[in-house]
Nanobody, 122 residues
Framework: QVQLVESGGGLVQAGASLRLSCAAS????????MGWFRQAPGKEDDFVAS????????YYADSVKGRFTISRDNPKNTVYLQMNSLKPEDTAVYFC???????????????WGQGTQVTVSS
């Protein structure tokens, strides 16, 4: 069992940066791939980024590539999402998830956090 808690969201202006954190409880964190998804109001959730167990491989949605960076610190049981050059269209609730593979789709992820709101004003 893994419990995930996101933090770091907030209200920022376009062009600003935020770093989201996802803290995991449980001893199994380092055996799970991690992902970030987001859901804007009235829309389905979208893949943002994912990272393999070791952190050696990362994957990004085209819409965030070059602006967002996913990383993990296994001894600290934490995964991060550094978000730079934020745009109003990045406004959403951001969720982290843990699963057996760094997938771009929801299905393989077994555990989800409660989400953190990111709002980017123009």
């Amino acid at each position: 069992q893994v419990q995930l808690v996101e933090s770091g969201g907030g209200l920022v202006q376009a062009g600003a940066s935020l770093r989201l954190s996802c803290a995991a409880s449980g001893r199994a964190f380092s055996s799970y791939a991690m992902g970030w998804f987001r859901q804007a109001p009235g829309k389905e959730d979208d893949f943002v980024a994912s990272i393999t167990v070791s952190g050696a491989y990362t994957y990004y949605a085209d819409s965030v590539k070059g602006r967002f960076t996913i990383s993990r610190d296994n001894p600290k049981n934490t995964v991060y999402l550094q978000m730079n050059s934020l745009k109003p269209e990045d406004t959403a609730v951001y969720f982290c998830a843990a699963g057996p593979a760094a997938s771009r789709v929801r299905a393989p992820y077994r555990y989800w956090g409660q989400g953190t709101q990111v709002t980017v004003s123009s």
